[in-house]
């Protein structure tokens, strides 16, 4: 079992920059691979990218793709999402998960889930 909480969340301006954090409970943290997902209002949870257990190998949806960066520490269980370059689109709740086998970018691929942390970004 392992817990998640998401942090870092707020408001930004369009071009500005965010980095969320999930700090996630238990020793075995090393040991799963994590995704990061969002959910923008009214539209379905969508991959936004992940990370393997090492850190070593990392995949991002096309939409994120050169704006965004994924980081771990696992000495501190955090993961880490770098989100520059905001864009309006980018508004969403951002959800941090663990997947206990190969990293993927299906909701199913993702045992434990964080509760979110909520991502605005103004024109």
């Known amino acids: 079992q392992v817990q998640l909480v998401e942090s870092g969340g707020g408001l930004a301006q369009a071009g500005g920059s965010l980095r969320l954090s999930c700090a996630a409970s238990g020793r075995t943290f090393s040991s799963y691979a994590m995704g990061w997902f969002r959910q923008a209002p009214g539209k379905e949870r969508e991959f936004v990218g992940d990370i393997t257990w090492s850190g070593a190998g990392t995949t991002y949806a096309d939409s994120v793709k050169g704006r965004f960066t994924i980081s771990r520490d696992n000495a501190k269980y955090t993961v880490f999402l770098r989100m520059n370059s905001l864009k309006p689109e980018d508004t969403a709740v951002y959800y941090c998960?663990?997947?206990?086998?190969?990293?993927?970018?299906?909701?199913?691929?993702?045992?434990?889930w964080g509760q979110g942390t909520r991502v605005t970004v103004s024109s």
């Open positions: 998960a663990a997947s206990v086998g190969a990293s993927g970018s299906s909701l199913g691929d993702y045992r434990y």
